[in-house]
């Protein structure tokens, strides 16, 4: 076999059918079909995963240890693989103080400029860190930010003292944190706060280090006064004791953050922000936009720093070329979304001089507008030709057409895909016959029976985040999509400020459902109770056998269906329960049927197989419901800590289905779907509308904004270049709008079609 491919034999990974397949070796191969054909499951979970679970060979037992687990995936043989970067949309996260700047290393390169260059001179490069004792400020320790006590959510000013006025924990009347206030002699305890004086209210809240001159006789004599604000400062904020630990969730409805009153949120100290470069210290450069910071670096002629200046241009000029620009330095990388944090793990790949690498990326233009997609395709092929082989999974048809080569998996999904339906290019793909085929050779067009509005949601002035005292009104009774670039001001304006407005709003988002790891979709969606019913009626037994996490679950895994196994530095082994061969269930709970399927049949049912066998109405509607959404290849069993955020998403939009007369809000719900799933999203999004709701869509799938009643569209550009309304209106006028990025595609879309 030549070493020009990559060769798969014999896939069986999760719904994989024994499939052989050759992926050209440096060129752009991109994945494609629907959400469960087995995309994911061919390229990470088979490919990825072998590449990465043979590096990790290659070290010591000790550097294993600390590594990720990658276990063997189901197949024969994988030949010619080469090392595999994976670049996913798992957001960043990270703690306070890891920001875009220290996660891109560019604020490195910026505090070795300071140190060399800044005046005066305060230190070497490292004291320009916050995360260093001698430059962070020490009131905050570096964070920007400090926790502290709402008072109106601590005291209810309606009570005195020995009524519970004070409602932290270990504070209330029989708390004995309390006694050092009743018994302090300082207050009247049958008075309420609300009558204290303004020297009362100060002496309860803010006093520290008093000595006590008439306390009653239980105080303690060499004990000192002390405030509430210092005292529940000191005991639980200050420190990680047991009693914050303890003590934590309750502690956080009283907690607030805020800038740092004496760094006001640089994080340095006064020495470090007095050193500067042309007139800035290096905290103002972190604020900069980092398109902004450009201008001001390309500005600096020092030739002591020629070679530094270069390196930060040459850094900068990534961020931007990848399309965040609009972003700074100090922001948090907890705060960036999976598309953003994609981007920000290119960036690293993109000054690298190492060649023959596969590169994976997962759904990249996820987040992104038609207008930025452009700059990312640039980059994969600049990967591409430096002698990388990569390797795309992806739905949007502007990422689809830079492929070298194309394979679409399918035909459907979850046991009814798993195949390789095409292998070729994109224009034998457009005459294939299979669904992706079929999707980008149909032709594309505006709605045309438009809904009228019934009312309207005003919003005036905002000035939220990047919004320049935006007013604009939204329709009631349609479906409006917000659209503008990633950073433009959409979800500031829809997530940020209409909610303040009008909290009755609705989010179906995507963030994961708040569930143990035994949670599934028949659990969620309640049809589980349902089922045990059925089954107990059936046979006459306790409905708590038909739990998996009661008396009928199996003891060795004990529900699980699976063991795990700890080899220390090894990898951990998952096995199928060998007790109950992954059912879940004693052999006892297994004998009792219904309709000829045991409890673990029918938890492994599909939602289509489900919707077969049922006949109840109850348990049919709900299944209906997740049909609609496209959640047809799911099993009633399958964890929801493994779907996707997307998936998630039309979980809980399912949910909504039977409601009416809400104002919902969805954010970017074309996420991981296939343009065939996209069309039965729309058909339920007009559901929603024609149930009298109104629907605020944000997105950039053009195929949704064809779709529109109305349109409000947010730019030009990104961050402080953006947060404008461009337009509002129809989608047909949309297009003729000569400052629209949105419209300017939209209309080549419906023309190039």
Same mark, same amino acid.
């Given at each position: 076999m030549s070493d020009n491919y990559i060769q798969v034999s014999g896939a069986r990974e999760r719904n994989l059918k024994n499939i052989n397949v050759l992926i050209h070796k440096k060129e752009i191969t991109v994945f494609t079909g629907v959400s469960g054909s087995g995309k994911s499951s061919l390229?990470? &979970?088979?490919?990825?995963?072998?590449?990465?679970?043979?590096?990790? @060979?290659?070290?010591?037992?000790?550097?294993?240890?600390?590594?990720?687990?990658?276990?063997? %995936?189901?197949?024969?043989? #994988?030949?010619?693989?080469?090392?595999?970067? #994976?670049?996913?949309?798992?957001?960043?996260?990270?703690?306070?103080?890891?920001?875009?700047?220290? #996660?891109?290393?560019?604020?490195?390169?910026?505090?070795?400029?300071?140190s060399r260059i800044g005046e005066p001179f305060v230190g070497y490069s490292d004291v320009f860190s916050f995360n260093n004792p001698a430059g962070m400020c020490e009131y905050c320790e570096g964070l920007g930010k400090i926790e502290t006590i709402d008072i109106e959510r601590l005291l209810d000013k309606n009570k005195s003292l020995n009524e519970g006025a004070i409602r932290f924990p270990t504070f209330e009347p029989s708390g004995w944190r309390l006694t050092r206030y009743i018994h302090s002699g300082f207050f009247n305890n049958d008075k309420t706060i609300k009558d204290y004086s303004t020297e009362e209210l100060e002496l309860l809240l803010y006093a520290d280090g008093?000595?006590?001159?008439?306390?009653? %006789?239980?105080?303690?004599?060499?004990?000192?006064?002390?405030?509430?604000?210092?005292?529940?400062?000191?005991?639980?904020?200050?420190? @990680?004791?047991? @009693?914050?630990?303890?003590?934590?969730?309750?502690?956080?409805? =009283?907690?607030?953050?805020?800038?740092c %009153?004496?760094?006001?949120?640089?994080?340095?100290? &006064?020495?470090?922000?007095?050193?500067?470069?042309?007139?800035?210290?290096?905290?103002?450069?972190?604020?900069?936009?980092?398109?902004?910071?450009?201008?001001?670096?390309?500005?600096?002629?020092?030739?002591?720093?020629?070679?530094?200046?270069?390196?930060?241009?040459?850094?900068?000029?990534h961020m931007i070329s990848i399309g965040l620009g609009y972003l700074n330095l100090g922001r948090e990388t907890s705060t960036l979304s999976g598309g953003e944090s994609q981007r920000i793990k290119m960036v690293s790949q993109l000054g690298s001089s190492l060649t023959d690498l596969t590169y994976i990326f997962d759904e990249p233009s996820i987040g992104l507008?038609?207008? &930025?997609?452009?700059?990312?395709?640039?980059?994969?092929?600049?990967?591409?030709?430096?002698?990388?082989?990569?390797?795309?999974?992806?739905? &949007? %048809?502007?990422?689809?057409?830079?492929?070298?080569?194309?394979?679409?998996?399918?035909?459907?999904?979850?046991?009814?895909?798993?195949?390789?339906?095409?292998?070729?290019?994109?224009?034998?793909?457009k005459t294939a016959g299979t669904l992706t085929g079929k999707y980008l050779s149909y032709c594309p067009k505006l709605k045309s029976d438009i809904r009228a509005p019934k009312t309207w949601l005003s919003i005036q002035n905002a000035t939220m985040h990047n919004l320049k005292n935006l007013s604009v009104d939204i329709p009631r009774g349609v479906m409006t999509v917000v659209t503008g670039v990633a950073g433009s001001g959409k979800s500031t304006l829809i997530n940020g400020v209409l909610p303040r407005l009008y909290p009755e709003t609705v989010f179906i988002d995507q963030k994961g459902i708040q569930a143990s790891k035994r949670s599934n979709i028949a659990t969620f969606t309640g049809i589980f109770d349902i089922i045990r019913k059925l089954f107990t009626k059936r046979n006459g037994v306790s409905a708590s056998l038909f739990s998996f996490n009661s008396q009928g679950a199996c003891p060795a895994c004990k529900g699980l269906g699976v063991t795990y196994t700890d080899l220390a530095f090894m990898d951990t082994i998952v096995t199928v329960c060998e007790e109950c061969h992954g059912n879940r269930y004693t052999d006892e709970v297994l004998a009792y049927q219904l309709r000829g399927k045991s409890i673990a049949d029918v938890l492994k049912m599909t939602v289509t197989e489900a919707l077969e066998y049922f006949q109840e109405k109850e348990i049919i509607t709900v299944l209906k419901r997740l049909s609609d959404v496209g959640i047809t290849y799911v099993s009633l069993g399958q964890p929801l800590s493994t779907l996707s955020g997307g998936e998630l998403q039309r979980i809980k939009l399912a949910s909504e289905l039977e409601n009416g007369g809400q104002i919902y809000v969805l954010d970017e719900p074309s996420t991981g779907l296939h343009m065939a799933d996209i069309k039965q999203l729309i058909s339920v999004m007009n559901?929603?509308?024609?149930?009298?709701?109104?629907? #605020?869509?944000?997105?950039?799938?053009l195929d949704i904004i064809c779709q529109a009643d109305w349109i409000i569209d947010i730019g030009p550009y990104?961050?402080?270049?953006?947060?404008?309304?461009? =337009?509002?209106?129809?989608?047909k006028d949309l297009i003729n709008c000569p400052d629209s990025l949105t419209g300017k595609h939209l209309k080549k879309y419906i023309n190039e079609k």
């Open positions: 390229v990470f &979970d088979t490919i990825a995963a072998e590449s990465q679970r043979q590096l990790n @060979e290659t070290y010591t037992s000790f550097i294993r240890h600390r590594m990720p687990h990658y276990g063997k %995936p189901d197949v024969d043989t #994988i030949e010619n693989l080469s090392v595999a970067f #994976i670049i996913n949309q798992k957001r960043l996260g990270g703690n306070a103080r890891s920001t875009v700047g220290t #996660i891109t290393d560019i604020y490195s390169v910026l505090r070795l400029l300071f008093i000595k006590v001159k008439n306390p009653t %006789p239980e105080w303690h004599k060499t004990s000192l006064y002390e405030g509430l604000l210092p005292r529940i400062e000191r005991s639980f904020l200050k420190k @990680e004791d047991g @009693e914050k630990v303890r003590y934590g969730k309750e502690i956080e409805r =009283f907690v607030v953050k805020q800038g %009153p004496h760094c006001h949120g640089t994080r340095l100290n &006064d020495k470090v922000l007095s050193c500067k470069v042309n007139g800035k210290n290096i905290a103002e450069c972190a604020d900069m936009q980092i398109n902004e910071l450009l201008d001001f670096v390309q500005s600096i002629h020092a030739p002591v720093a020629a070679t530094i200046v270069s390196e930060l241009v040459n850094r900068i000029q507008h038609p207008h &930025d997609i452009s700059k990312i395709n640039e980059l994969m092929r600049l990967l591409r030709d430096k002698g990388n082989t990569v390797l795309i999974v992806e739905h &949007d %048809p502007d990422m689809i057409k830079i492929a070298d080569h194309i394979i679409d998996m399918g035909p459907g999904a979850g046991s009814h895909g798993g195949e390789v339906v095409y292998q070729g290019n994109l224009d034998g793909l559901r929603l509308v024609e149930q009298n709701s109104t629907l #605020i869509v944000i997105e950039h799938n990104a961050g402080q270049n953006g947060g404008k309304i461009m =337009f509002t209106g129809l989608p």
